[in-house]
C-alpha cells in the first residue's frame, strides 16, 4: 500500500531542474555557437585590420574606380589599359565568364543528351562507345582536360600563315579560330521585327490550338506552322530585303595575308580550349542525368501509351520525355552551375574570366585581397543562390501531387 | 473407321535427336543482327561509329604504344632532328622524370619515408571499404588518428620541439577542459565518472598526439616546399577526406538540428561553400588566410589550400551525409528515443550506423569528386602531380614536340585508374546494399 502511493506520488508533479528542460539546453547551445563565432570574426577582423595597416594597404571599394593599367585579351565592352577602372576589369571579366558560360551550357545540353540516349540505344556498338566516352571524360579532372586542349591540341596548330582552311571562311590557326564577322546595317531592325513578330504569332497561334483542341478534339499542325512562323518568315524577309538591295547582314571575311589573317572575328585559343573542355566534360555528367532520367520512366507507362494506339513517336513526346523531364531538369540546373563554375578553371589557361582577371591580376595589383574575394565569390554565389531558387519554384510546379 | 489407336506404326518408338537451333536466332550471327544491324537506321548507325572507330583508334593506338618511345636518356630519343621518333608519344621522358613525379623533390634518402606513407594509407583505405574487413571501428580509430599523426612524423620529421611554456599551457587547457566537464556533470547531477573519462580522454588524445609530434625519432625535417607529384595530391586528398568526413557528419546534424541558429550556420556555410568555386575558395585560402592571423604567425604554403580543400569538401559531404540522415525511417529516431537514449547516443548508436552505411557510394562519389579536384591546388602553385608535370614539360633537356601530350597523357592515366577503380567499388556497393532491400 505504501509503495504505491510513493510510486503514484513519484509520478503526478514531476520535480524537474530547469537544467533538463530542452529549450533551456537548446539555448545554451546557440548561445556557445555565437559567442565562438562571434569571437572567431573578432579576431579575425582585428588581426586583419592591423595586418593591413602594416602592409599599408588601402581598405573599401575605392579602388574600383582607380585606372587599371592592364590589358586584357578579350573584351566585349569598350576597353583600354589608360582609360578603364578596375570596376570595368571587374564587368570585362563577369561578361566573359558568362559568354563561355552560355554558350557552353547551350553546347554541352545537346552533346549531353546525344551521349545519354546513346547509351540507351538498342544499338550494342553505340551504346558502348557512349559509356567509354562517359566513363574516359568523367575520371579525368578537368583541369587537365583542358590544358590537354590547350597546350596539346591547340598549342600543336600551325602558324598563321600555314592556317588551317575549313572552308565557309572558318581559318584555324595558332592564334584561334577566325570566321566571318557579321556586320549589322541600320535595317536590321526590320528583320528583328519580324522575327519578334513570328514568334509572338506563334506562340499565340499554339495557345489557340491547344483550347481548339480541348473543345472540339481537332488537332491542328502546330509544330509546321511554328517553324514557318520563326524560320521561313525572317528568312524570306531577308532575302526579299537582300533582293531590294538593302541587305540587313553583310559579312565580313577573314582574308589570307603574308604573315596573318586580316579582318573577320577572332576567336581566342584559350577561348575554344575551355569551351571544348567544359562542353564535352559537362556532357559526360548530362549523359548519365538524362540516362538516369529517362530510365525512371517505368516500362508500364510507355506500353500504357502504345496500347492507346499511340505511334512510337507520340509515346516518346507526350507520355515520355514530359516525366523523364521532371527527373531529369534537378539535376541538369546542377549541372549548368558546374559548368558555370568549373569556367573559372580559366585561370589555369589565361582565358580572361572574372577569376583570372579579378582575383589574379586586379587582386595583385591592388592587394586588397578581402574586397576582392568577397565581390568575386558574391558573383558565383548569385548565381547559384537565383539558379536555385528558381529550381525550387520550378520543382513546386511539376512536383507530383499526391491525391 | 481406323484411329490412330489402331495405327501403331504412328507411334515413335524413339526419340528424335533435336534440331540444333537455327542460326538466324542464337548464336554470334544472330547476335549481330539483332544489335547492330536490326533495321536501315542501326545499320548506318553501326557503319558510322565502325568508321569513327577505324579513324580514331588505330592512330591513337599508333601513337601509344606502336609508334612510341620507350627508352631514352634526353631529348635526342623524341625529336626528328637528332634521330628520335616524334610521331609516338615519349614515354621516355615520363619513365626519366618518374621519381619526380612521385615525390617532386623530397629529399632522396628521405623517400622510403613517402614509400610507407602510401603503404600506410593503403591499409587504412582496405580497412575502411573492405566491407568484410575485421573490426572496422579499429580501422576508423586507425585512419582518423594513428594514421594523420604517424603520417606528419614521417613526411615531416616530426620532432617539434615544443617550448616548456607550450607544455605548461596545454597542461592549463587540460585542467580547464577536465574541470567544465566535471562542473557540468556536478550541475546535472549525473555521476562524475562519465565527465572524467570523457575529458581525460580529450585531453589524452590531444596530449598523446602532441607528444608524439614532439618527440625526436631521428628524421630528418624536411620542409614542405620540397614535397611534390603524386606524394602531394595523395596528400591533399587524404587530409581532404580524413577532416571532411567527421565535419561533414556535424554540418549535417546541424542542419538537420531543431536549434534554429545550429541549423542556420549549418546552411549558410554549406551553401556558401557549394556555390563558389573551389578555386576561389583555393584563393582566398592562399591570400586571406595569413591576414587572418596574428602577424608574427605563419601558415605553410601546403597547409593553406589543404585548408580550402578540406573545407569546401565537408560542405558536400555534408550534403551526402544528410541524404542518408532523411533517409532514415522515423521509426528508427523514434524507437532510438522511447528506449530513452538522448541525442548523442540516439545517433551516434542508431541513426549514424545506417545511415552512413546507406551514403557509401555517395561519399565514395563526394571523394572521387575530391580526388579530381585536388589538381586545383597546382593553380595556387602547389607542386601536385599536374604541377609537377607543367615544370617538366618546359624542362630543356626534354624539349620535343610530343612532350607535353605525353605528359598530360600519363596525368589522364594516372587519375582515371584511381576514379575508375572507385567508381567501380561504389557501384559494387551499392549492388550489394541494393540486394538487401530488395522485397
Redesign the interface.
Known amino acids: 500500500m505504501n509503495s504505491v502511493q510513493t510510486a503514484v506520488s513519484q509520478t503526478s508533479p514531476p520535480k524537474k531542474?530547469f537544467?533538463?528542460d530542452p529549450k533551456v539546453r537548446?539555448i545554451f547551445?546557440?548561445v556557445v555557437?555565437?559567442a565562438a563565432?562571434i569571437f572567431l570574426f573578432y579576431?579575425?577582423a582585428t588581426?586583419?585590420i592591423?595586418?593591413?595597416q602594416?602592409a599599408r594597404i588601402a581598405s573599401g571599394f575605392g579602388f574600383l574606380n582607380n585606372t587599371a593599367g592592364f590589358d586584357i585579351s578579350q573584351t566585349l565592352i569598350q576597353f583600354s589599359a589608360a582609360g578603364s577602372t578596375y570596376g570595368d576589369a571587374f564587368i570585362v571579366g563577369l561578361l566573359n565568364t558568362l559568354i563561355v558560360s552560355a554558350i557552353g551550357i547551350f553546347f554541352t545540353t545537346f552533346l549531353g543528351f546525344l551521349v545519354g540516349i546513346a547509351r540507351l540505344?538498342?544499338?550494342?556498338?553505340?551504346a558502348k562507345?557512349a559509356m567509354v566516352y562517359v566513363?574516359?571524360l568523367?575520371?579525368?579532372?578537368?583541369?587537365?582536360?583542358l590544358?590537354?586542349w590547350y597546350?596539346?591540341v591547340l598549342?600543336?596548330l600551325p602558324q598563321p600563315r600555314n592556317s588551317l582552311e575549313m572552308g565557309a571562311g572558318f581559318y584555324l590557326n595558332s592564334r584561334g579560330l577566325f570566321m566571318a564577322k557579321p556586320l549589322w546595317a541600320p535595317n536590321i531592325g526590320v528583320l528583328v521585327t519580324v522575327l519578334v513578330l513570328g514568334l509572338v504569332g506563334s506562340f499565340f497561334y499554339r495557345r489557340w490550338a491547344r483550347i481548339q483542341q480541348e473543345q472540339t478534339g481537332r488537332q491542328s499542325p502546330v509544330i509546321k506552322v511554328t517553324l514557318t512562323l520563326v524560320f521561313v518568315l525572317p528568312i524570306l524577309t531577308w532575302i526579299v530585303l537582300a533582293l531590294f538591295g538593302a541587305n540587313p547582314i553583310s559579312f565580313e571575311m577573314p582574308r589570307k595575308g603574308t604573315f596573318n589573317l586580316t579582318g573577320g572575328m577572332q576567336i581566342l585559343p584559350e577561348f575554344v580550349a575551355l569551351l571544348l573542355g567544359l562542353v564535352t566534360y559537362t556532357a559526360a555528367f548530362i549523359a548519365e542525368v538524362v540516362r538516369a532520367g529517362i530510365l525512371a520512366v517505368s516500362k508500364g507507362q510507355t506500353e500504357a501509351a502504345g496500347s492507346l494506339g499511340l505511334p512510337p513517336g507520340k509515346i516518346l513526346r507526350l507520355v515520355v520525355i514530359p516525366q523523364a523531364m521532371r527527373v531529369i531538369i534537378p539535376p541538369l540546373t546542377s549541372q549548368y552551375l558546374n559548368l558555370t563554375?568549373?569556367s573559372?578553371?580559366a585561370?589555369?589557361i589565361g582565358y580572361p574570366d572574372l577569376?583570372q582577371v579579378f582575383?589574379g591580376t586586379v587582386?595583385n595589383q591592388t592587394g586588397q585581397?578581402?574586397e576582392v574575394?568577397v565581390i568575386?565569390?558574391g558573383v558565383?554565389?548569385t548565381?547559384?543562390?537565383l539558379t536555385s531558387a528558381f529550381m525550387n519554384v520550378y520543382n513546386r510546379r511539376v512536383a507530383i501531387v499526391e491525391r | 473407321m481406323s484411329t490412330a489407336v489402331d495405327m501403331p506404326n504412328f507411334v515413335r518408338a524413339r526419340e528424335v535427336e533435336a534440331l540444333p537451333p537455327p542460326n538466324l536466332a542464337r548464336g554470334p550471327i544472330a547476335w549481330i543482327r539483332e544489335?547492330?544491324f536490326?533495321g536501315p537506321f542501326?545499320t548506318i548507325?553501326?557503319l558510322v561509329?565502325?568508321y569513327?572507330?577505324y579513324v580514331s583508334v588505330p592512330p591513337l593506338m599508333k601513337f601509344l604504344i606502336i609508334d612510341a618511345v620507350w627508352t631514352g636518356t634526353d631529348r635526342a630519343a623524341c625529336r626528328a632532328d637528332t634521330g628520335g621518333s616524334e610521331s609516338g608519344a615519349c614515354w621516355a621522358f615520363i619513365w626519366d622524370k618518374l621519381n619526380y613525379f612521385i615525390y617532386g623533390s623530397y629529399t632522396i634518402s628521405e623517400r622510403w619515408r613517402v614509400n610507407i606513407f602510401f603503404a600506410l594509407l593503403a591499409i587504412g583505405v582496405v580497412w575502411l571499404l573492405w566491407l568484410k574487413a575485421p573490426r572496422r571501428d579499429l580501422g576508423a580509430v586507425y585512419f582518423f588518428w594513428v594514421f594523420p599523426v604517424v603520417s606528419y612524423i614521417l613526411l615531416t620529421g616530426g620532432n617539434e620541439s615544443f617550448s616548456g611554456r607550450f607544455w605548461i599551457g596545454f597542461a592549463i587547457f587540460g585542467a580547464l577542459v577536465i574541470a567544465l566537464f566535471a562542473f557540468v556533470a556536478a550541475?546535472?547531477?549525473a555521476s562524475l565518472r562519465p565527465a572524467f573519462i570523457l575529458g581525460g580522454g580529450i585531453v589524452g588524445v590531444i596530449g598523446v598526439t602532441l607528444a608524439l609530434v614532439d618527440l625526436d625519432f631521428g628524421l630528418a625535417h624536411v620542409p614542405t616546399s620540397l614535397w611534390g607529384g603524386v606524394l602531394v595530391t595523395l596528400l591533399v586528398a587524404t587530409v581532404g577526406i580524413v577532416v571532411s568526413l567527421p565535419f561533414g557528419i556535424v554540418l549535417a546534424l546541424g542542419r538537420r538540428s531543431?536549434?534554429?541558429?545550429?541549423r542556420m550556420?549549418s546552411v549558410i556555410f554549406i551553401?556558401?561553400v557549394?556555390?563558389?568555386?573551389?578555386?576561389?575558395v583555393l584563393?582566398?585560402a592562399n591570400?586571406?588566410l595569413?591576414?587572418?592571423?596574428?602577424?608574427d604567425m605563419t601558415v605553410d604554403r601546403l597547409l593553406r589550400p589543404l585548408i580550402g580543400t578540406a573545407l569546401f569538401a565537408s560542405a558536400y559531404m555534408a550534403e551526402v551525409v544528410r541524404g542518408g540522415l532523411q533517409a532514415m525511417p522515423k521509426g528508427q529516431y523514434e524507437g532510438a528515443m522511447s528506449l530513452g537514449l538522448n541525442y548523442p547516443q540516439m545517433m551516434s548508436l542508431i541513426i549514424l550506423p545506417q545511415a552512413l552505411r546507406i551514403v557509401i557510394p555517395g561519399i565514395v562519389n563526394t571523394f572521387?569528386g575530391l580526388f579530381?579536384?585536388t589538381?586545383?591546388v597546382?593553380?595556387v602553385g602547389i607542386f601536385d602531380l599536374?604541377k609537377t608535370i607543367?615544370a617538366s614539360?618546359i624542362d630543356p633537356a626534354w624539349a620535343a614536340?610530343t612532350i607535353?601530350?605525353t605528359g598530360?597523357a600519363f596525368?589522364?592515366l594516372f587519375?582515371?585508374v584511381f576514379?575508375?577503380g572507385m567508381?567501380r567499388y561504389s557501384l559494387g556497393v551499392e549492388r550489394r546494399l541494393a540486394a538487401g532491400q530488395k522485397r
Open positions: 531542474s537544467l533538463y537548446g547551445y546557440q555557437l555565437v563565432v579576431v579575425a588581426n586583419a592591423e595586418n593591413l602594416r540505344s538498342k544499338n550494342w556498338m553505340v562507345v566513363e574516359v568523367r575520371n579525368v579532372p578537368l583541369l587537365v582536360q590544358l590537354f597546350i596539346a598549342g600543336a563554375k568549373n573559372s578553371l585561370v589555369a577569376v582575383m587582386l585581397a578581402i574575394v568575386t565569390m558565383y554565389l548565381i547559384s543562390l | 544489335n547492330l536490326s542501326n548507325l553501326t561509329v565502325f569513327l572507330l550541475l546535472l547531477k531543431k536549434l534554429p541558429i545550429v550556420a551553401e556558401f557549394r556555390g563558389v568555386p573551389l578555386i576561389t584563393i582566398m591570400t586571406m595569413p591576414l587572418f592571423l596574428p602577424g572521387i579530381k579536384d589538381s586545383l597546382a593553380i599536374v607543367e614539360r614536340p607535353g601530350i598530360y596525368a589522364a587519375y582515371f576514379c575508375f567508381s
